[in-house]
């Protein structure tokens, strides 16, 4: 009998165990959205490390996410961090942990109030509701624009200050530059019709010969012709800058901060692939991933360099040797904010101040490399004075074998209805639609004109001797090195 009772025990135990399981209740989608959001934020809010990087590495940890899912977590993050400083100031009136509160207000801003009201409590609807009805303009510009204190101060001194802070926190459009080594504009514009790209509305852009403007963010590493280098990402101020170098067949080409190489690779098209063009740079790992760019390109005149800086003796090889010298140099970023909010929150005046240094030693090392006549462009992808005009003057007073030249002059008819008002050029989201971008073209005198201007300068009747900077660019001309030996065989 109690075998007989076991067994049945045990059969009905079994029959539970195969019974239906109870079915796993998940939660509604925007609740996890919410934790999601915060989770990265909560990552990229330690400001250590780009929020494209945070985002990317929290992408890969959870590959089970869809492409809607990783589009409306980035938006939401990027939304946050473009807008922190307002947010923050509203979520002092709300309810739970400041990280829901920020999470709410991303997600109610990109997707919309009516998407996640279901998840949320009736406390937090009420509270986004009362939002609305604050006026912006009761608050303090700073707060409004979503700026920090120092960098709002060094906004405000430039023209139409509000316009451009509202455009810098506005989204970027994706910029695409055809590769003309390979086709043209009006050919990959036609083959983008009955494409996925067609959904995206192409359209050319307004200054650039090169460039097509995408209102979205498609994957386009996947197209085809991004596959086979007719395509690359690159803002049209960027691809404005070509212009300026305006590289001639032949010409030794020296891009003295390459990067990822996306500049390196418009120079290399304009040249038509002849000529030499180095690409130098201090980091190993950028210039890796423009390796890979520079052989779906097809182009072969481009020469990677790893310098270890900007007075690396292959630098020094290259003394008055290059026609043209590219220096888009390290900046603060400060006119990229479109595309990368976290930048006003992860830098500080001491950068600024750390950066300027940098981009002064740099300016000066890469003119060295300058032949007599040839060109020196320097640009950032910054608005701040500080980094730009106040650069170029400071290096002209040292640099008397230098001139700087109207961008207008070197543009000529290749951009028609890109006019700046004085000799540089300077970008605008607010105004062209770009990035903020500027470049000052610098041309080094040639040696009869340095002779000229010193013998001036001897003649003078008030004058007790050569004005000592005219000496020592006279004596750097004297010592030209003619050898064209290649910088990695220093």
Not at 69 to 79: I, L, M
Not at 241 to 259: E, K, Q, T, Y
Not at 264 to 271: D, N, R, V
Request: hydrophobic share 40%; aromatic share 6%; charged share 25%.
């Amino acid at each position: 009998m109690r075998s007989s009772a076991t067994s049945r025990s045990r059969q009905g135990s079994a029959g539970r165990r195969k019974g239906p399981e109870k079915p796993v209740v998940k939660a509604p989608v925007y609740a996890v959205r919410i934790e999601q959001v915060k989770t990265v934020f909560a990552e990229v809010q330690k400001w250590k490390f780009p929020a494209d990087a945070v985002l990317s590495a929290w992408f890969r940890m959870n590959k089970s996410l869809g492409s809607r899912d990783r589009a409306e977590v980035a938006e939401a993050v990027f939304d946050i961090l473009r807008n922190l400083r307002r947010y923050r100031q509203f979520a002092e009136s709300g309810v739970g942990s400041s990280l829901q509160r920020l999470a709410i207000l991303g997600l109610s801003s990109t997707l919309g109030h009516d998407a996640i009201r279901a998840v949320l409590t009736d406390e937090e609807n009420a509270w986004l509701e009362h939002l609305q009805t604050i006026d912006l303009n009761a608050l303090s510009p700073a707060v409004r624009g979503s700026l920090p204190d120092w960098l709002y101060e060094h906004f405000s001194m430039l023209d139409n200050a509000e316009s451009l802070i509202s455009a810098m926190n506005e989204k970027a459009p994706l910029d695409l530059r055809v590769n003309t080594f390979k086709t043209d504009r009006d050919t990959v514009l036609a083959a983008f019709k009955d494409s996925p790209a067609e959904s995206f509305n192409p359209q050319p852009t307004p200054y650039s010969p090169w460039g097509i403007r995408l209102n979205g963010k498609p994957a386009i590493n996947r197209w085809p012709l991004f596959e086979n280098g007719s395509l690359e990402v690159q803002d049209e101020g960027s691809q404005i800058l070509g212009m300026l170098v305006s590289p001639r067949r032949g010409d030794m080409v020296i891009d003295f901060c390459a990067g990822a190489g996306g500049k390196t690779l418009l120079l290399g098209a304009l040249m038509r692939s002849t000529g030499r063009l180095y690409a130098f740079d201090v980091s190993a790992a950028r210039l890796a991933k423009a390796k890979p760019r520079i052989a779906r390109s097809g182009l072969s005149n481009v020469t990677p360099v790893v310098i270890a800086n900007e007075n690396d003796a292959r630098v020094k090889r290259l003394a008055g040797k290059a026609h043209r010298v590219l220096v888009d140099a390290p900046c603060t970023g400060m006119g990229t904010l479109r595309r990368n909010p976290d930048l006003k929150w992860r830098q500080t005046p001491k950068d600024v101040a750390e950066l300027t240094a940098l981009q002064a030693s740099i300016l000066a090392s890469a003119s060295r490399c300058v032949a007599p006549g040839g060109r020196l462009v320097y640009s950032t992808c910054s608005v701040l004075p500080e980094e730009n005009e106040q650069q170029i003057e400071r290096f002209l007073q040292n640099h008397p074998d230098f001139t700087l030249l109207h961008v207008n002059q070197v543009l000529g008819d290749r951009c028609p209805d890109l006019v700046m008002e004085n000799e540089y050029l300077r970008l605008r989201p607010d105004v062209h639609g770009t990035d903020g971008f500027f470049a000052a073209v610098l041309e080094r005198r040639k040696k009869e004109e340095m002779a000229v201007k010193k013998e001036a300068a001897e003649i003078t009747p008030d004058a007790q001797a050569p004005d000592s900077a005219v000496q020592e660019a006279a004596e750097a001309d004297s010592s030209v090195v003619v050898s064209e030996e290649s910088p990695e065989k220093a």
